[in-house]
């Protein structure tokens, strides 16, 4: 029953990740794509974890942390280059 849920839970957030490819790919602005991205990756993050009770398999969370830290330290660098124009240090 459970294991059930979250099957229905991963094949919902592959079809929201595709959809969300679409904006990322056509967004009308810079802003739009970012943001777009931005929601694919930690849906991905939420896709790998529950991929990862699915398989019952607790040690891939590990490779999720990294991943969302590298995540956020992008969006940081993409607002500083939005804001200022500028990738320098």
């Known amino acids: 029953m459970v294991m059930d849920l979250i099957l229905a839970l991963i094949l919902l957030y592959v079809v929201a990740i595709l959809l969300l490819s679409i904006v990322a790919l056509r ?48 969006d940081i660098y993409i607002a500083k280059y939005l804001e200022r124009g500028d990738l320098g240090a």
């Open 27 to 74: 967004g009308q602005t810079i802003g739009d794509q970012v943001l777009a991205i931005d929601v694919i990756t930690y849906m991905s993050l939420v896709l790998l974890s529950l991929i990862t009770i699915y398989l019952k398999q607790p040690l891939l969370i590990v490779l999720l942390i990294p991943l969302a830290l590298w995540v956020y330290a992008l």
